[in-house]
């Protein structure tokens, strides 16, 4: 890999532990790295905070920022910190310090990007965090249970749905994106999709209207990382192909240049090829999970493939 002072533009798109897998890897190879960051949660200390003072939910900002502290002790130790939640019998229970600090910024400051990157200064974080837009957000998915077809609207109800999700859109439905999310993407090397949970952290990039212009037409080149296995409620029973045809359905037209699988997960090469294929892409497949065969990606495994996705000569 290269050194930490060298490396592409990459900027990596999802929310959550998908996206902090994928920028624990790649903070290992590039130092030009921005995360755009879903801002839909409803659920635990970030949808309390939104509920009650009307902010982006701050968590997988949090979570983001958390995976982009360095190995040394002062990156581990700030962490740990921002990702510590309070358990007590009051009202600060279950809420994550980092939250609390963001949130205090954003007040302070008035304005998300720039506290945003005062809480990277303080955690020594190897790249900076967006959100992917301006205003929080609301998912509003079309689910099929039994023939039958309803609405659900929010990030943890279309999570926990006992239903299949079809699809999804977002409330306000064209919300106004973040400045410096668009200016990342077009000024990147690579655009990094995934993995992450499909419906609520890696496709409402592509709902954004203007974000998902600039993914668009940016010269970037994309790579789709998919999952090691379904997220449940979401996907039950995708296949690793169907995960890429949901992603042509929300983002007709949109080109795929590189679609990133772990070996163990593929059980139809041929169909998934076809599914990269019809994306204008190629597939790569490499052993990047875990060795205990737990659904989780091996950072330097991951890293190390992306590395050299990243500079083959093509």
């Not at 970037?220 to 995960?243: W, Y």
Request: proline content about 7%; some cysteine.
């Amino acid at each position: 890999m290269l050194p930490a002072n060298e490396g592409p533009s990459v900027v990596a798109l999802g929310g959550g532990h998908g996206l902090y897998a994928s920028l624990s890897a790649l903070r290992r190879v590039t130092s030009e790295l921005t995360a755009v960051v879903t801002v839909a949660d409803d659920g635990g200390s970030s949808g309390r905070l939104r509920r009650e003072l009307g902010v982006l939910p701050p968590g997988d900002l949090r979570m983001a920022l958390a995976a982009l502290c360095g190995d040394d002790e002062w990156g581990r130790t700030w962490s740990k910190v921002v990702q510590h939640r309070f358990r007590s019998e009051g009202e600060l229970h279950g809420h994550a310090v980092g939250n609390l600090l963001i949130v205090a910024l954003w007040e302070l400051l008035d304005d998300p990007v720039a506290a945003l990157d005062w809480v990277g200064r303080l955690l020594g974080a190897h790249g900076r965090v967006l959100p992917m837009a301006s205003v929080p957000l609301d998912i509003v998915a079309e689910v099929e249970l039994d023939g039958e077809v309803t609405i659900v609207r929010g990030q943890v109800a279309c999570a926990v749905t006992p239903g299949r999700v079809r699809a999804i859109s977002l409330v306000p439905p064209d919300p106004p994106a973040s400045p410096e999310a668009i200016e990342a993407v077009h000024a990147a090397d690579w655009v990094v999709f995934g993995p992450g949970s499909w419906f609520t952290s890696v496709l409402p990039h592509l709902k954004v209207p203007r974000l998902a212009e600039a993914l668009h037409t940016t010269r970037a080149k994309r790579l789709v990382a998919l999952n090691l296995a379904p997220q449940p409620g979401e996907t039950d029973g995708f296949s690793p192909q169907k995960h890429l045809e949901v992603l042509r359905q929300h983002a007709p037209g949109l080109a795929i240049d590189v679609v990133l699988a772990d070996t163990r997960v593929v059980d139809d090469r041929e169909e998934l090829e076809k599914a990269t294929v019809a994306l204008g892409g190629r597939l790569v497949t490499a052993d990047v999970a875990m060795a205990d065969g737990s659904p989780r990606h091996d950072t330097q495994r991951l890293a190390s493939v992306l590395d050299e996705i990243f500079h083959e000569k093509r």
